[in-house]
């Protein structure tokens, strides 16, 4: 991979890191909120199981956050070390359109795990 595209590459990684870490600062306070709230409300309140299943998919968009944010930093670690660009799992390069799509991409496609509903 050229000098150049690899700094683009990286550059667009730190962009989307800055932005996750802003999404995981405002959910933190969201998160905060929807817990007062359901303090103040206390369990009587009609809308606790609302405010209940509000603060799981808040909880489970954070866990995707955060996941994402490791991915990344994985990514820029690779960077460092001379591996951006190769899968994990085999070696072989990921294709660059592929890295266009989803810069962090640590695997192949076809490497990728696929859990079904069966």
Request: proline share 3%; charged share 35%; net charge negative.
């Amino acid at each position: 991979m050229q000098k150049e595209q690899l700094e683009l590459f990286r550059q667009r990684l730190l962009d989307k890191k800055q932005e996750l870490l802003a999404e995981l600062e405002r959910l933190g306070r969201d998160i905060q909120e929807n817990a007062q709230d359901q303090y103040q409300e206390g369990t009587i309140d009609s809308d606790v199981a609302t405010d209940v299943f509000e603060q799981e998919c808040m909880l489970v968009e954070e866990d995707m956050l955060r996941y994402n944010l490791r991915e990344i930093e994985h990514a820029l670690h690779k960077m460092q070390d001379g591996t951006y660009g190769f899968s994990d799992v085999s070696g072989k390069p990921i294709p660059q359109e592929r890295l266009e799509v989803l810069p962090w991409a640590n695997r192949l496609v076809d490497e990728e795990v696929v859990f079904s509903g069966t």
